[in-house]
């Protein structure tokens, strides 16, 4: 019995174990260039994270457990992209119930309402560098607004795969060329274009901007909706601390200001202070 047999068999003698993957050694996201690298399935929330690394008749065996409930819980909320794509490689060596099975296909995926919250997070951060790109490019700082704008637009594509209703993957500019060329385009413009790089960025910022302003609407659904989800006024630090936009990790100021500025929303007061300051909360529009 060699080696891998004989340490699948006595994880198959072990009640808490659902399932057993094994990663390529030969692929790029195994985290240990030495060993054969395995996803142990249990059925214990507390095995998550814990990685082992063992020697096991002097072969170097490297163990990562991972949780039924975890992955129940990433067909809801979203699992770790990584961990979402080396489960998504791994191969299936033994499947009780097959379990694993029917799993990576619903990680697979994308519900409407986890596709609509990926867009939201990654539009706010378009907004973000963005940003930071016009302010580097102002004020002279080509190389930072150079980082700035491979960042927005590296933000843009993975909006654009999500739009496609798949998930990004590692080789992401390999994915975009299939799914949009033009945005492929802007990023090969970026990259190899003969002219300036002060010319490149201007042009890229134009590019972005256009962009922006012709896909607010469909892009902060996921904010729209959870909005309408109250009659009254949503103050800013009420939107900020709501659990399901702390837990899609939206930049909720840049959103909230870009939906102003695209009539989406209105700005309202909603609280009197006693020293005449007054507290403002936003409502949707139409």
Not at 152 to 177: C, F, M, N, S
Not at 250 to 255: H, T
């Amino acid at each position: 019995m060699t080696v891998r047999q004989t340490y699948l068999k006595n994880l198959q003698q072990r009640l808490d174990v659902q399932a057993v993957l094994v990663l390529n050694d030969s692929d790029m996201l195994v985290p240990f260039r030495e060993g054969i690298f395995y996803f142990v399935v249990v059925n214990e929330p507390q095995a998550d994270g814990k990685i082992r690394r063992m020697l096991f008749q002097e072969q170097v065996i490297i163990e990562q457990q991972i949780s039924t409930w975890q992955l129940e819980k990433g067909v809801i909320c979203g699992l770790d992209e990584r961990l979402a794509e080396m489960l998504r490689r791994a191969e299936i060596v033994w499947d009780k119930e097959h379990y694993m099975k029917q799993m990576k296909l619903r990680l697979a995926s994308l519900s409407s309402s986890l596709q609509k919250k990926h867009i939201c997070k990654e539009y706010s951060q378009i907004l973000r560098f963005f940003h930071e790109t016009k302010e580097f490019l102002q004020q002279g700082m080509m190389l930072d607004a150079h980082h700035s704008a491979i960042q927005t637009i590296h933000y843009l594509a993975r909006l654009i795969v999500y739009e496609a209703g798949d998930h990004p993957q590692p080789a992401l500019w390999t994915q975009v060329k299939q799914i949009d060329p033009s945005i492929y385009k802007l990023y090969e413009e970026l990259s190899f274009n003969a002219e300036a790089l002060e010319k490149r960025i201007e042009l890229l910022v134009l590019a972005i901007e256009f962009w922006i302003a012709s896909r607010t609407k469909e892009s902060v659904r996921y904010l729209v909706e959870l909005m309408e989800t109250k009659s009254g006024p949503w103050r800013l630090e009420e939107l900020m601390n709501h659990p399901m936009i702390q837990e899609a990790e939206i930049e909720i100021p840049l959103v909230i200001d870009k939906m102003l500025q695209r009539l989406l929303i209105q700005e309202i007061v909603c609280k009197e202070g006693g020293n005449g300051d007054r507290e403002t909360g936003f409502i949707l529009m139409g």
